[in-house]
């Protein structure tokens, strides 16, 4: 089955710095990358996604890389600020299908 | 529209005992998930339904059973509830090949 694993494990920046979180996937077959962000005691939200036929996806501060032939996709915050300061899962489709590996998750935070 | 919900938020169990966690949509949406979030494992998917009438088991499923009611709703069953199940368990439902929507949670503790 698919395989995703996610670094760092924890993040600390200063605001306004950038900050960038990876995962690696192991299904070649895989087309949909979701990344998702948890504040403490809430449930995940999609912040961004992308699909296997674009390279590069933003949206204000927020952008995802995806390199299909080395299997891993990036998410990039830049200018962050303290309440970026959350749990990020990336995801990755289970072949071309509905269901979604999660990776272990990376704690950010945004320093003063 | 009030999306994804889920009940009850927050349960205790004794082991051995039995519950079931609701969740239901509505957002007209064909497929719905069960995952649960342990501290440090990411979330993993326990149970799935892509569509009225189809189940099909996810990474965990051992200790669990479901049941696609309708297209609305999506149960989650733990038959003999052992510590072990202790964690969040959230509920998702999606459009095809689309974002999964998730629910609130249910913060469930097995004694």
């Known amino acids: 089955g698919e395989n995703v694993e996610q670094h760092p494990s924890t993040l600390s920046v200063q605001e306004g710095d950038s900050a960038v979180i990876k995962c690696t996937y192991s299904?070649?077959?895989?087309?949909?990358f979701p990344w998702y962000k948890q504040e403490l005691g809430k449930r995940p939200q999609l912040i961004i996604d992308?699909?296997?036929?674009?390279g590069e996806k933003k949206d204000q501060r927020i952008a995802v890389t995806l390199n299909k032939t080395a299997k891993h996709f990036s998410l990039h915050i830049t200018e962050t600020q303290p309440e970026d300061s959350a749990v990020y899962f990336c995801?990755?489709?289970?072949?071309?299908?509905?269901?979604?590996?999660f990776g272990t998750g990376t704690q950010l935070k945004v320093e003063l | 529209n009030a999306g994804v919900t889920q009940t009850p938020k927050f349960q205790v169990l004794k082991t051995g005992q039995s519950m079931t966690l609701q969740c239901a949509q509505d957002?007209?949406?064909?497929?719905m998930y069960w995952y649960r979030q342990d501290p440090g494992m990411g979330l993993r998917l326990i149970y799935y339904?892509?569509?009225?009438?189809?189940?099909d088991k996810g990474e965990v499923p051992n200790g669990y059973n479901v049941s696609r009611l309708n297209k609305r709703e999506f149960s989650l069953r733990l038959e003999s509830a052992a510590p072990s199940q202790t964690s969040v368990y959230f509920c998702?439902?999606?459009?095809?090949?689309?974002?999964?929507?998730f629910g609130p949670g249910t913060r469930l503790t097995v004694t």
């Open positions: 992308i699909r296997s036929n674009v």
């Open positions: 998702a439902s999606s459009e095809a090949h689309y974002e999964q929507y």
């Open positions: 995801a990755a489709s289970v072949g071309g299908g509905n269901k979604l590996t």
């Open positions: 299904d070649s077959a895989s087309n949909y």
């Open positions: 957002m007209n949406h064909n497929s």
């Open positions: 339904s892509a569509s009225e009438g189809t189940t």
